[in-house]
């Protein structure tokens, strides 16, 4: 099958590229990359206190009492346009599966698309991407469209790893559970319709083997949410379809998302948002949202890892030494007092290491972060 590379992909680099193309020598990498190291939202997933019927009814206490995301924003993040509909989620979890739920504002659902694993985002649809680990890599996505047809894949890394990526365009969910209401009609552009809800159950042991280690309370998973909408048209059918300019090209889509990544690119799992797992029953008390311990950290390595990409486009070579970043005293700040920061790099590789008494963390070219914890 041919390489699953979207349009939103190729913007994605190029808007890449003439970010770091413009940027000035003299500033820092927080500040050359400063839309890509803002903090990605943060959510409490709250246990499920009792059973959840996947049936796009979200009329369970737990549901009820579970609190709502964010605003969706312009995926590209602040000073692009506001959405011109509203979209919201909600998360719950229990031993045996993490339930999603959404809410989007449309006021003419449609959906043509009716195959599994065709591409859902040429139609409107909500998009699941979910990192067990935090690792960036060995992913999860899950589309779908207001018929609820489903398209879903796993990735070994982002599309922007130099090496060829590995993407399981033949991977199906085991067992996963998803219905959608409708809250008008779907494809009949005469009514004027609410929108459209969803509602998801992903198995916990449909999520790689790592998941059983993370599906527990207190650990944080990195999820992103995006929402694809189209400027549409009506055939002579009736039916909606993506709009045509005068060259005959499809109209560019809205991508609004929770979190924003930072330009036209879901596929940054650094840019998710952290969700932490309560051992709390929804309903049953409240607990503070706060980052991990090592989020400072992790901050630095992607500063570090977005110079070195740029670095490899207009040189065509890593930087070789901590010297070379320039780091900043502010910068440094974010590392423990007793951290030790290491850059090996040859022509097409490199590791940059942070390692103090608690933990190592290390990031390579392929975008993969790794985090040891020292007992």
């Known amino acids: 099958m041919q390489r699953y590379l979207s349009p939103r992909s190729i913007v994605a680099t190029a808007a890449l590229c003439l970010s770091a193309a413009t940027a000035s020598a003299q500033q820092s990498i927080s500040e050359r990359f400063a839309r890509f190291l803002t903090e990605p939202y943060g959510y409490v997933a709250y246990r499920a206190a009792g059973e959840i019927k996947i049936d796009g009814i979200m009329d369970e206490p ?52 009716t195959q599994r694993d065709t591409v859902i985002y040429y139609d409107p649809d909500f998009e699941i991407f979910i990192d067990p680990t935090g690792d960036a890599h060995n992913y999860y996505e899950l589309e779908f469209n207001a018929a609820n047809v489903i398209f879903d894949l796993c990735l070994e890394m982002p599309y922007r790893a130099p090496r060829r990526n590995f993407v399981q365009f033949q991977w199906d969910c085991p067992g996963l559970q998803s219905a959608v209401r409708v809250n008008g009609t779907l494809n009949n552009n005469r009514d004027t319709d609410k929108g459209w ?9 449909a999520i790689a083997q790592e998941f059983d280690n993370v599906l527990q309370a207190g650990s944080y998973l990195r999820v992103g949410f995006s929402r694809v909408q189209w400027q549409t048209e009506l055939a002579k059918s009736g039916r909606t379809f993506r709009k045509k300019g005068d060259d005959g090209k499809y109209l560019p889509e809205d991508n609004w998302t929770w979190p924003s990544t930072g330009m036209i690119a879901m596929h940054m799992p650094e840019r998710w948002g952290y969700v932490l797992l309560s051992d709390i029953r929804a309903g049953h008390g409240s607990e503070r949202f706060v980052y991990p311990a090592y989020r400072p950290i992790e901050k630095l390595l992607w500063a570090m890892f977005y110079e070195q990409e ?10 070789d030494s901590v010297e070379a970043f320039r780091l900043t005293p502010d910068e440094l700040k974010l590392l423990p007092k007793d951290a030790r920061l290491k850059v090996e790099a040859m022509q097409s590789k490199y590791l940059i290491t942070v390692e103090s008494a608690m933990l190592k963390m290390t990031i390579d070219e392929d975008g993969q972060l790794l985090r040891t914890e020292k007992k």
């Open 62 to 113: 737990s549901w009820k009492k579970a609190p709502e995301t964010e605003l969706f924003m312009d995926i590209s993040g602040e000073g692009f346009p506001k959405p011109c509909y509203a979209t919201r989620a909600k998360m719950l979890w229990d031993d045996d599966y993490l339930y999603v739920s959404a809410t989007l504002e449309e006021p003419n659902v449609w959906a043509n698309l």
């Open 310 to 319: 740029r670095q490899m486009k207009e040189t065509g070579a890593y930087l």
């Open 197 to 205: 809800d969803i509602e998801v159950a992903i198995p916990r042991k």
